[in-house]
């Protein structure tokens, strides 16, 4: 499933790298702590948190994720959002809490 069509279903805000959506996603991985995501999360994978600082940037970018779902309509930090739109890493925020979120991805269906 693309980005963008997640987006569109879950109704997602684009933060950053709009441009990107036509990225294809292969999975999800959920986690707020870093290590985890860099052990565990795989390439294409989207990445859902509530961290809002610069260094989920530079782990997405490194294990190229296709994008991260801030959720409870936590907003990125500006130096975390101008590093995205450097990085090209969509940023994307739902109103939902995780548990909510990752049931409506679940069922479209993205798994892990």
Same mark, same amino acid.
């Given at each position: 499933m693309k980005l =963008? $069509? *997640?987006v569109e279903k879950l109704n997602l805000e684009v933060k950053s790298a709009p441009e990107m959506l036509d990225k294809e996603v292969t999975g999800g991985y959920v986690s707020d702590l870093l290590s985890d995501v860099m052990a565990n999360a795989r390439e294409g994978n989207i990445w859902v948190t509530l961290q809002i600082h610069q260094n989920i940037v530079a782990v997405?970018?490194? =294990? $190229? *994720?296709?994008?991260?779902i801030l959720v409870n309509n936590r907003q990125p930090d500006e130096d975390t959002l101008q590093k995205a739109i450097h990085e090209k890493i969509p940023i994307l925020v739902s109103k939902l809490s995780t548990f909510e979120l990752v049931g409506k991805l679940y069922q479209l269906p993205i798994t892990s």
């Amino acid at each position: 499933m693309k980005l =963008k $069509e *997640i987006v569109e279903k879950l109704n997602l805000e684009v933060k950053s790298a709009p441009e990107m959506l036509d990225k294809e996603v292969t999975g999800g991985y959920v986690s707020d702590l870093l290590s985890d995501v860099m052990a565990n999360a795989r390439e294409g994978n989207i990445w859902v948190t509530l961290q809002i600082h610069q260094n989920i940037v530079a782990v997405a970018s490194l =294990k $190229e *994720i296709r994008g991260i779902i801030l959720v409870n309509n936590r907003q990125p930090d500006e130096d975390t959002l101008q590093k995205a739109i450097h990085e090209k890493i969509p940023i994307l925020v739902s109103k939902l809490s995780t548990f909510e979120l990752v049931g409506k991805l679940y069922q479209l269906p993205i798994t892990s």
